[in-house]
């Protein structure tokens, strides 16, 4: 199966013998490598073979629910059980574990849903590469391939399995996430053989080959299923971190403020002596209060189900969970040209084509075809090239009447920006054929020596007449939205020749407009104050005429400048002011994005589909591939669009944004609702020692959790600016709604008491007393979420039916308790309501004035509809101007800290025993991005209740592995 040469490290010694010659795919089996297997052999080979997958153990449901009852906040709920049963409250034990148990039940319906709505995601990204199938080229799955298959590599792709050089380029594999090499390795050669590993990642060249073995046949395949069993990544978001930190110092001042209750009670009311027992659980009881148990869990289902959201509706998919908090903060996108602001469909106006002397325009037509690909259908250039030929009868007649037989062609490299085509003539002699960038082709050196096998020149490469009248029709050419490709043929094997000179042919000009919706979602991101710079390997004149077009800037700068400017301060500028750049190299791509993110500190979206933009995409916050990207880009990215252009990026901005609105005011509420309960039930308890009984507070902390569960459906608005991952505010807001509802309790207590309303009597501690302090805060935590959902005016934005539903429900079931069971009268239950309006409207006012005059956090314009917004028709250079300086300075208001610019990643151990499953799983909710292969589920046959299994296809698992 593998060259002696291979690496043997990777070997897996327990692989099946392989099947004799006969059998499809076998070790000796050989396919036509210009036909492909036969259907009948594709049948046979996947009967004995299998599919190309690896099966990977997933969590069972009984584990998902058992984890539900694990960690810090449950732990802590479990311990109040503990002492609720040690002092024999069985009444009390019985109400925590029904807590416990709801939480649970709940958590794990939304924690499954939120799962299953993120494994549909995983599914429905497939990597697919070109097979040839009873001499027809295909596409298939990655996970259809079967050995004896003929596949067409192409740059980007991760090959999917064990593959058997067979023509074609020398190839350059990156080879990294097997060997840890980061210099690439050329196929064939007599150091590494023949044989491409499944996992590796095609850097440059085109070739065909045979698949040797496919899933844990391959050389890695049963070691990275392995891996796979035994460790899984986990990702957390910096906001999600600071929260939970937040949550737990809340917690703790908590607990000490208990003790104290305990303390006072005990000793200072004689609590100890009189009811140890009541003592004990009232304090216990405000410890249970304070415990926001279903935040964690509210959070990771929101950003879940806002995942599903978007791949549904706006057809982007989030690779992981925490990359929506970065597609909300992002300030900065850098864009792709072709296939992304342009159609990436070609044409050619064959009266545009311009041939030099001695050719005629079907000449460089016909020449341009002899060096392109039919196979190669996703490539636009050679695509378009194609479809014009075969419309031009002049130049089809000249290719029968000389008889050109294409034999093979060099593929596009991203470095040398050139194709080499070998053409035989009916004679036998050959013809060597060059398509490219017009600099390269009129001299391979410019811009320095590149790593192409072939370097050459054209014969009037020196004369200045020539080169001066050559440059003129280019420019005139690009700007008038001309992409331009240069044709030169070589009388002979230029292989074969040292310093050959070709003979240039001419210009092959291609048009490529702008999609329609483009301007309007370039103005709709500028808007939302993102800012876009274009960067393309296309000719600076063809940038700025495309930049015109779709309500860009002009201040184009070339690539070169990236490279040739020496001083650091003059580069950074340059890279923040401009609206884009031109002729541009990977590395300036990768540039562009790590300055823009590192020094000036603004969150950095890079679009992007080949294998050349994969170092920037992986460098940037925002990484996204667009649709039709190659394996290499999708594995780099954290966005994956399945629609072309730029539409779904402003849909998801808006959806990622509001879904942060929706986490940001529950965290504030949950907070909020936690300080108030603890500051008031303590400070009653400070000043006249009245304690709420110990089951209506579990009571009230149980109907909170389960009422504000519909938060996660709530209606959000969209800010107009980012949202960053600033937990400082969040927790001064929630500071504010707890502190001064605290207050205004405490008012309203004291009050009714001089009052002498019914039987409330806070030094005699009354049934109705204690009903009417547990009502009145019942109503004040639910009506709390009306106010912190909004950053302005509560009637600004309507909140969702179920929400109203919900905090109503509660309010009701309160009002009943409190009637029914506790005796409060008719007349008190509305003064509660009264009351708690008064206090509700005094917040929320209150509320803006301190957002914005004491910690400057107005919540600013917000974005109305999902709909792409108009710019104005007559938009001059003045006028984009004066809007960018507007939007740099939100961009400089968006800087984030540099510790807020990375998320943690840890690899953690998947351990085979039940509890240790259970104890030591992952509670964080994410996609796995196995390489993007479809998954399948699988059944084992060993024990008679199996546990799920998932597979996926190999193709991908080298990437995790090396993660």
Not at 527 to 549: C, F, P, W, Y
Request: hydrophobic share 45%; glycine share 8%; net charge negative.
């Amino acid at each position: 199966m593998s060259d002696d040469k291979t690496d043997k490290a990777f070997v897996d010694e327990e692989a099946p013998t392989p099947a004799p010659s006969e059998v499809v795919g076998g070790k000796n089996w050989q396919t036509d490598s210009t036909k492909g297997l036969s259907t009948s052999e594709v049948e046979q080979s996947l009967e004995v073979w299998g599919k190309n997958d690896i099966e990977v153990e997933i969590t069972p449901l009984y584990v998902l629910f058992l984890r539900q009852f694990t960690g810090f906040m449950p732990f802590l709920i479990e311990l109040a059980a503990i002492i609720s049963l040690a002092v024999q409250d069985y009444v009390d034990f019985a109400i925590v574990c029904g807590m416990l148990l709801v939480n649970g039940c709940l958590g794990f319906r939304e924690e499954y849903h939120a799962k299953k709505s993120l494994d549909e995601l995983a599914n429905s990204i497939e990597s697919t590469i070109t097979v040839l199938r009873d001499s027809v080229a295909i596409e298939i799955a990655t996970t259809e391939l079967v050995p004896g298959d003929i596949a067409f590599l192409v740059g980007g792709t991760i090959i999917p399995a064990d593959i058997k050089w067979l023509r074609g380029d020398v190839m350059s594999i990156d080879t990294a996430a097997l060997t840890g090499e980061p210099i690439p390795r050329k196929y064939p050669s007599e150091e590494h053989g023949d044989v491409l590993l499944s996992g590796t990642t095609v850097k440059a060249g085109e070739c065909y080959g045979q698949i040797t073995a496919t899933g844990t046949n391959t050389e890695i395949g049963q070691a990275q299923a392995d891996v796979m069993k035994d460790k899984a990544v986990k990702v957390e978001s910096v906001f999600y971190q600071k929260i939970m930190l937040v949550v737990q110092a809340v917690i703790l001042a908590s607990l000490f403020i208990v003790i104290a209750v305990l303390l006072v009670l005990g000793l200072a009311y004689d609590g100890f002596t009189v009811a140890a027992k009541e003592t004990v659980l009232s304090a216990l009881s405000i410890m249970i209060a304070a415990i926001p148990i279903a935040l964690p869990l509210v959070l990771q289902v929101n950003m879940a189900l806002g995942a599903a959201f978007l791949a549904k509706h706006h057809n982007a998919i989030v690779t992981s969970i925490p990359a929506l908090q970065d597609i909300a903060s992002m300030s900065i996108l850098c864009s792709d040209k072709t296939g992304t602001l342009t159609t990436a469909k070609m044409s050619i106006i064959p009266d545009s084509i311009h041939a030099a002397d001695g050719f005629e325009k079907e000449d460089v037509l016909l020449f341009a075809s002899l060096c392109s690909n039919p196979d190669k259908k996703d490539d636009p250039i050679d695509r378009a090239t194609l479809q014009a030929f075969e419309k031009d009868e002049a130049g089809k007649k000249k290719l029968e009447d000389i008889g050109y037989k294409q034999e093979s062609v060099v593929g596009f490299n991203p470095e040398v920006k050139r194709t080499i085509g070998f053409v035989r003539k009916k004679d036998g002699s050959m013809l060597t054929v060059a398509k490219g960038l017009p600099a390269k082709i009129i001299d391979t050196s410019a811009g320095g020596l590149d790593s192409g096998e072939i370097q050459f020149k054209c014969e009037k490469a020196g004369e200045k007449a020539f080169m001066a009248a050559l440059e003129q029709k280019g420019k005139e050419l690009s700007k008038a939205g001309y992409k331009t490709i240069a044709i030169a043929i070589f009388e002979g094997d230029a292989r074969k020749t040292d310093a050959p000179v070709f003979r240039f042919v001419g210009l092959l000009p291609m048009i490529d407009p702008p999609r329609e919706d483009t301007a309007l979602t370039i103005n709709s991101l500028h808007h939302a104050n993102i800012s876009v710079k274009m960067i393309t390997g296309d000719h600076q004149n063809v940038a700025r005429e495309t930049a015109r077009l779709i309500g860009l800037g002009q201040n184009i700068h070339p690539g070169e400048d990236i490279r040739t400017t020496v001083n650091e301060q003059q580069k950074n500028e340059m890279i923040w002011q401009a609206d884009g750049f031109a002729a541009v190299l990977p590395s300036d791509k990768r540039e562009v994005v790590m300055t823009l993110r590192n020094c000036f500190g603004v969150v950095t979206g890079m679009t992007g589909d080949g294998v050349n933009d994969a170092p920037a995409l992986s460098a940037a916050q925002v990484g996204i591939a667009v649709e039709g990207a190659t394996d290499a880009a999708k594995n780099a990215a954290d966005l994956i669009l399945t629609e072309p252009g730029l539409g779904p990026i402003y849909g998801a901005v808006l959806e990622s944004r509001r879904i942060f609105a929706r986490v940001k005011s529950y965290v504030v509420y949950r907070i909020a609702a936690s300080i108030l309960l603890v500051l008031t039930l303590s400070i009653v308890i400070f000043v006249s020692g009245c304690a709420v009984d110990s089951l209506l507070v579990i009571v009230l902390a149980l109907l909170n959790d389960i009422s504000m569960i519909p938060v996660a459906y709530d209606n959000a608005q969209a800010t107009a600016k980012p949202q960053l991952p600033k937990a400082s505010k969040l927790v001064l807001v929630s500071f504010f709604f707890g502190i001064v509802h605290t207050l205004l309790a405490l008012v309203v207590f004291f009050v009714v008491e001089r009052n002498d309303r019914g039987n409330f009597s806070l030094e005699m501690c009354t049934r109705e007393t204690r009903g009417f302090i547990w009502f009145y805060l019942i109503l004040a935590t639910e009506f709390m979420i009306f106010s912190a959902r909004t950053g302005s005016f509560f009637w600004e934005s309507a909140p969702s039916k179920y929400l109203v539903a919900s905090v109503l429900g509660t309010a009701v079931i309160g009002s009943l308790i409190a009637s029914l069971s506790y005796g409060v009268t008719g007349a008190n239950i509305g003064w509660v309501w009264l009351m708690n309006a008064v206090a509700f409207l005094i917040v929320d006012i209150t509320k803006v004035l301190f957002k914005s005059e004491i910690i400057h956090d107005a919540p600013g314009p917000i974005i109305v509809g999902d709909g792409l917004i108009e710019a104005e028709k007559e938009m001059t250079e003045a006028k984009k101007h004066m809007e960018k300086r507007k939007r740099y300075g939100i961009h400089v208001e968006s800087v984030l800290p540099p510790e807020d610019r990375y998320h943690n990643v840890q690899v953690v151990e998947t351990k085979k025993s039940c509890i240790a499953q259970i104890f030591g799983g992952l509670r964080t909710l994410h996609i796995s991005n196995y390489g993007f292969i479809r998954k399948r589920h699988h059944h084992q046959h060993v024990t008679p209740v199996p546990p799920p299994v998932t597979s996926v296809g190999a193709a991908g698992v080298a990437a995790m592995g090396a993660a």
